[in-house]
């Protein structure tokens, strides 16, 4: 086992969450990861507040454990799905793409925990100062909406900017990941993309099989002209983007290109989809159950934890009888 404070904050036996991703993380993943001991998050993406309620109803129906709801801060409906996160006493929120430092008063004052996804040290000291609880550094490896940090560089930085724990996220897939964050002094990880890979994940095969066999090149940013750059792995669609990007189309014809493509994505649509993911990609190597994947993950980080100690001059080592 591998035990942080994070693992008391959150209620959860693993200090491991799975990305809110919209489309992606529904209700039957976010259930199997909450069973598994971690912390699974529902993406609540652009969905109407309709959807996510029933989201909501659903993981309650298969797990009692803690789970959490995530939004990004441009959807249409940020306000509606506050009101209910507050209604249905939803244990954790968690934000992205903007400052979600307005909500934080009425979610705390309904005993939410929120943890907002931050890309930069600035954004973590500002919502530290506005109540949160905790907050996810993403470096740019993530997939989908990203910022320009590499999480090898922004996660140390945010743990010394601020008091409140800190969750690495971009560019991790494996227990030496999970490892490697702990040594940079976050005290757990979200992964996205590796959970897309999982049994329990809905989404088609194909964008599974898509991300098993992408290598550590298979991603590509696209939407450095619109100001919010998204990784997701190269195919027909985002070469036809990049190329749209080139020959100076309007922004607004670039916004319609790229609107709904993640959902074709999600239904399998191999040359049309945007299939949102990160460079962790190269990392995935297979599908399989949620719980299986969670226990090498551990496995994997304690192992190699407890192989570092070596490196280190004067430690006694087994062979020499010390200890
Ligand atoms: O939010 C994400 N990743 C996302 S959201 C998303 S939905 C989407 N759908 C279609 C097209 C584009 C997006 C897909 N992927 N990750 C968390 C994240 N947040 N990454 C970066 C940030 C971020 C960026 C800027 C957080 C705050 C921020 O603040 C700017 C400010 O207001 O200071």
């Not at 969450?17 to 993380?25: D, F, I, N, P």
């Not at 109803?57 to 249409?76: C, D, E, H, I, L």
């Not at 992205?96 to 973590?124: D, F």
């Not at 099989?209 to 590509?220: K, L, Y």
Request: aromatic share 4%; hydrophobic share 45%; glycine share 12%.
């Amino acid at each position: 086992m591998i035990k942080t404070p994070l693992c008391d904050l959150l209620g959860i036996d693993h200090p491991i969450l799975q990305g809110g991703m919209a489309w992606v993380s529904t209700p039957k993943l976010v259930a199997a990861v909450s069973e598994a001991g971690a912390l699974g998050i529902l993406g609540a993406g652009n969905a109407p507040p309709n959807v996510v309620l029933e989201y909501i109803a659903k993981v309650k129906q298969m797990t009692t454990r803690p789970y959490g709801v995530n939004f990004p801060m441009f959807s249409p409906y940020v306000q509606e799905i506050v009101d209910i996160c507050v209604q249905e006493r939803v244990p954790v929120v968690t934000t992205g793409a903007g400052n979600p430092g307005a909500y934080i008063p009425t979610l705390k004052a309904a005993g939410i925990i929120v943890l907002p996804v931050v890309a930069s040290v600035a954004l973590a000291k500002r919502l530290e100062r506005a109540g949160a609880d905790g907050l996810i550094a993403e470096g740019g490896e993530s997939g989908g909406h990203i910022g320009d940090v590499s999480t090898i560089a922004l996660v140390p930085q945010v743990v010394d900017a601020v008091k409140v724990p800190v969750v690495a996220a971009g560019g991790l897939a494996d227990g030496h990941g999970l490892a490697a964050a702990l040594a940079l002094g976050a005290m757990g990880i979200q992964m996205g993309t590796r959970f897309i890979c999982t049994t329990e994940c809905e989404v088609h095969r194909n964008y599974k099989d898509m991300i098993v066999q992408a290598g550590d090149r298979g991603t590509i940013t696209t939407g450095h002209s619109l100001g919010h750059p998204v990784r997701a792995l190269r195919n027909p669609m985002t070469r036809k983007f990049e190329e749209m990007e080139k020959t100076g189309l309007s922004e607004a014809q670039l916004i319609e290109f790229g609107t709904g493509k993640l959902r074709l994505a999600v239904e399998g649509n191999v040359s049309e989809g945007s299939f949102m993911a990160g460079q962790s990609c190269g990392l995935i190597d297979d599908i399989l159950p949620v719980a299986e994947f969670i226990q090498r993950t551990i496995s994997q980080a304690k192992e190699t934890l407890l192989r570092l100690p070596q490196y280190v001059a004067g430690t006694p080592s087994r062979a020499s009888g010390a200890g």
